[in-house]
């Protein structure tokens, strides 16, 4: 049987904390160890996961016969991107590993289907694979959102993933070379956008496999207090961009060139020269006149091409 560490960080969630845990805990058909990291609660989510911890500690899972354990520490308050990656560098071994947001539902087969799409690509030599995709939409009670399809834009290659990396933590599963892969650099938090985005860009800048699943089996809630979320309202996205416009903290580019910075030694001579022209298009005009001529960085959805090239114009990229 697979083992598989699910890497669950935990902020004021108490909430939706002990359904997002018990939905972890009847995972099928694998052996699931659940790793926990609390960023700096003040509610009562401590108390939640210490009552787990005691439930389903090691020894308690042994005299069950149980294949699930739980566990968690608590860090300083480092931020979505810093706690995951804090939790990657902490987890235990294993064959694979998921992100965990603290306020979803996964349905039991959640956790199989991955494994067993990643198990179809794995060969002789260690690739790193991550698998990835759609989430079914919930809302604040947890019901399933109709039409919540296909809004995503997919970044399934190197040079679209420089533009954006939709990548949904809650429904990432990676094998352990992806985990050490990632474990081997400690990236400067304000160089990187989020921790999903800093696993889908590496994976693809080194040759990496992605699996991309139209339908994760997990109900992703939508609510005001998420940290992060999938689902935004025409005035957050007009907020968001107007934000970038006036205060332009450019890191996307940022990201990319903490992506060549930290792997490039390991990415192919093609990858590196597209991940520099974005990384280094604000040096020079010339510089930012050869990433708008590119014909190669683009994504499949003209929409965001025009975007994109709107904002190396601006020098807000």
Same mark, same amino acid.
């Given at each position: 049987?697979?083992?598989?560490?699910?890497?669950?960080?935990?902020?004021?969630?108490?909430?939706?904390?002990?359904?997002?845990?018990?939905?972890?805990?009847?995972?099928?058909?694998?052996?699931?160890?659940?790793?926990?990291?609390?960023?700096?609660?003040?509610?009562?989510?401590?108390?939640?996961?210490?009552?787990?911890?005691? @439930?389903?500690? !090691? =020894?308690?899972? &042994?005299?069950?016969?149980?294949?699930?354990? /739980?566990?968690?520490?608590? *860090?300083?308050? #480092?931020?979505?991107?810093?706690?995951?990656?804090?939790?990657?560098?902490?987890?235990?071994?294993?064959?694979?590993?998921?992100?965990?947001?603290?306020?979803?539902?996964?349905?039991?087969?959640?956790?199989?289907?991955?494994?067993?799409?990643?198990?179809?690509? @794995?060969?002789? !030599? =260690?690739?790193? &694979?991550?698998?990835?995709?759609?989430?079914? /939409?919930?809302?604040?009670? *947890?019901?399933? #959102?109709?039409?919540?399809?296909?809004?995503?834009?997919?970044?399934?290659?190197?040079?679209?993933?420089?533009?954006?990396?939709?990548?949904?933590?809650?429904?990432?599963?990676?094998?352990?070379?992806?985990?050490?892969?990632?474990?081997?650099?400690?990236?400067?938090?304000?160089?990187?956008?989020?921790?999903?985005?800093?696993?889908?860009?590496?994976?693809?800048?080194?040759?990496?496999?992605?699996?991309?699943?139209?339908?994760?089996?997990?109900?992703?809630?939508?609510?005001?207090?998420?940290?992060?979320?999938?689902?935004?309202?025409?005035?957050?996205?007009?907020?968001?961009?107007?934000?970038?416009?006036?205060?332009?903290?450019?890191?996307?580019?940022?990201?990319?060139?903490?992506?060549?910075?930290?792997?490039?030694?390991?990415?192919?001579?093609?990858?590196?020269?597209?991940?520099?022209?974005?990384?280094?298009?604000?040096?020079?005009?010339?510089?930012?006149?050869?990433?708008?001529?590119?014909?190669?960085?683009?994504?499949?959805?003209?929409?965001?091409?025009?975007?994109?090239?709107?904002?190396?114009?601006?020098?807000?990229?």
């Amino acid at each position: 049987m697979e083992k598989v560490v699910i890497l669950m960080s935990t902020y004021n969630g108490d909430r939706y904390l002990e359904n997002q845990i018990e939905s972890l805990l009847a995972q099928e058909g694998l052996e699931v160890c659940i790793l926990a990291r609390d960023d700096g609660s003040s509610d009562n989510t401590l108390e939640i996961l210490d009552r787990y911890k005691k @439930e389903y500690s !090691e =020894e308690e899972v &042994i005299n069950k016969n149980c294949n699930t354990s /739980f566990d968690y520490y608590v *860090g300083q308050n #480092l931020g979505p991107a810093g706690s995951f990656l804090d939790l990657m560098k902490q987890a235990p071994e294993a064959e694979y590993y998921a992100l965990c947001d603290q306020d979803d539902t996964w349905l039991p087969d959640k956790l199989k289907i991955a494994v067993e799409a990643i198990k179809q690509r @794995e060969g002789k !030599e =260690e690739t790193p &694979i991550l698998y990835y995709g759609m989430p079914r /939409f919930a809302d604040n009670d *947890g019901n399933l #959102l109709k039409g919540s399809k296909g809004i995503y834009e997919k970044s399934l290659d190197f040079p679209s993933c420089l533009i954006k990396s939709n990548s949904t933590g809650c429904t990432m599963v990676f094998n352990r070379t992806l985990l050490e892969l990632i474990n081997r650099k400690s990236p400067n938090l304000n160089t990187i956008t989020m921790h999903d985005e800093w696993l889908h860009k590496v994976c693809l800048a080194v040759g990496g496999i992605l699996i991309y699943d139209e339908d994760v089996h997990i109900l992703y809630r939508q609510h005001g207090s998420n940290t992060i979320g999938g689902q935004l309202s025409m005035r957050k996205v007009l907020k968001r961009y107007w934000k970038t416009l006036m205060e332009p903290d450019c890191i996307r580019s940022k990201c990319v060139k903490s992506v060549v910075d930290c792997y490039g030694n390991e990415m192919s001579p093609q990858n590196i020269k597209m991940a520099e022209k974005v990384a280094s298009y604000k040096n020079s005009f010339r510089k930012r006149i050869e990433l708008l001529l590119d014909k190669d960085i683009k994504m499949e959805y003209p929409k965001r091409n025009i975007m994109f090239k709107l904002a190396v114009l601006l020098g807000i990229f």
